[in-house]
């Protein structure tokens, strides 16, 4: 059993924890962004996905929100700006040297950063006006799964605190609870993965086009096939010319019966689609609401990855040319 296996185990209660023990401070969080002329959400690698999702969030809430990757966070962009700033700066480890840079600047020109990491004793916990903490407890496995859950889960009890929701408790215990289904269909899964071609396309629109992008780079990292991403619809302007028997499409589908054309399309051109979501998906789940459909979609995707890299004959949690924190 991989450590990285064990650690997806873990993320019901990460998200459980995440959200149960930043419930009652997230309020001066949320006024802060309520009350900013922009937001900037910035993260690098998973955070990044964890940023795009919480980008997506606060747009659909009527907040004015920019999504970055940290590295490409820069004074250039910033110098400029005007009225009440609010960068959210997401890092796992609060110390890697984007996100510290990413700080820096923020605080040069009198930004207020919300810092959202799972590490109490990093510089960005220490020095962020509003510290996020993410419990997903010490995370072994260079890939990245329940540290990244526990980043969605901010994201989460953001929406629900926007938007005045009060069965957050009720649908935290369905969430969950729905996550560890999942883990009944671990046969299902392995099989699937190890018939998963060396090239794999993955696609999803709106909240589910970042788990698309974490689909892609989770497979490059433990299994190192070559992987692109796409919001489902751009795909078919331009990259589907590259779609051959080769390949593999991970489609995260949106409603109950995934859209008939596309399908169509993707079966004429494809080696093989894995369809994740509801009612007649080959990965299936029951879910209506927007962050149930997401946790769900990252779990099964992070399974494939784990499994898939298995039975590649490699090692999911040591994947060679990678380290848990970039420094430099």
């Known amino acids: 059993m991989t450590v990285m296996y064990e650690e997806i185990q873990e ?7 995440t959200i149960n023990e930043n419930a009652d401070k997230i309020n001066k969080v ?18 990044y996905n964890a940023a795009l999702i919480l980008n997506y969030t606060l747009l659909e809430n009527g907040i004015r929100s920019v999504a970055m990757t940290s590295s490409e966070y ?4 910033v110098r400029n700006m005007k009225g009440t700033i609010t960068n959210i700066i997401f890092s796992q480890s609060g110390e890697s040297s984007d996100a510290i840079s990413n700080l820096k600047l923020s605080k040069k020109y009198g930004f207020t950063v919300i810092g959202i990491t799972n590490e109490k004793e990093s510089q960005l916990f220490m020095e962020s006006d509003h510290p996020i903490l993410t419990h997903a407890g010490k ?4 890939a990245a799964t329940k540290s990244h859950a526990a980043q969605v889960a901010v994201s989460m009890l953001m929406d629900y605190s926007l938007r005045n929701d009060k069965k957050l408790v009720e ?12 883990f009944s269909l671990t046969e299902q899964i392995k099989s699937l993965s190890s018939e998963i071609h060396n090239k794999v396309v993955f696609l999803g629109s709106e ?13 490059k990292e433990t299994t190192g096939l070559i992987t692109e ?7 078919f302007h331009g990259p589907i010319h590259r779609l051959d028997r080769e390949t593999t499409v991970i489609w995260l589908t949106e409603g109950s019966l995934p859209n008939k054309k596309i399908m169509e399309k993707l079966e004429e051109l494809s080696g093989e689609i894995i369809t994740i979501g509801n009612g007649e998906a080959v990965l299936k789940f029951n879910e209506e609401k927007p962050f149930q459909k997401v946790f769900n979609s990252l779990v099964f ?10 039975s590649m004959g490699l090692d999911p949690d040591h994947p060679s040319n990678l380290n848990k924190v970039v420094r430099w």
């Open 11 to 17: 993320e019901p209660e990460a998200i459980r924890k």
């Open 30 to 47: 949320i006024d802060q962004i309520k009350n900013s002329s922009l937001v900037f959400v910035t993260g690098s690698g998973t955070s």
């Open 74 to 77: 820069s004074e250039n962009i």
């Open 139 to 142: 995370e072994k496995s260079i």
């Open 171 to 182: 649908d935290l215990d369905h969430l969950c609870s729905g996550i560890e289904k999942i």
């Open 207 to 219: 909240k589910s086009y970042p788990v698309a992008l974490e689909g892609g780079l989770k497979f």
């Open 229 to 235: 991403s796409y919001p489902t619809r751009e795909y």
């Open 301 to 310: 995707i992070q399974l494939l990855a784990n499994f898939k890299a298995v």
